[in-house]
């Protein structure tokens, strides 16, 4: 089963699939335990006090963000 990221409007990326497939990380390589999740919700908006993950703060803050795909040249 494909891992899918998509962007909720002015919110989190969820993240869906077979998670155990998901290697995530922070910068020094520690993983992070998402062992049994099937959907996980990642912070954009950079005010989360549990990131990687998202807590709702987007909402609190007024967050906006572009969600369009931009097609790219070529």
Do not use: W
């Amino acid at each position: 089963m494909a891992i899918n990221i998509v962007p909720k409007k002015n919110g989190p990326y969820i993240v869906t699939g077979d998670l155990s497939e998901l290697n995530l990380a922070d910068a020094d390589g520690n993983k992070y335990d998402i062992s049994g999740k099937q959907t996980i919700a990642l912070c954009r908006c950079g005010a989360s006090v549990n990131k990687p993950f998202c807590d709702g703060q987007h909402s609190k803050i007024g967050f906006q963000a572009a969600e369009a795909a931009v097609k790219t040249g070529g």
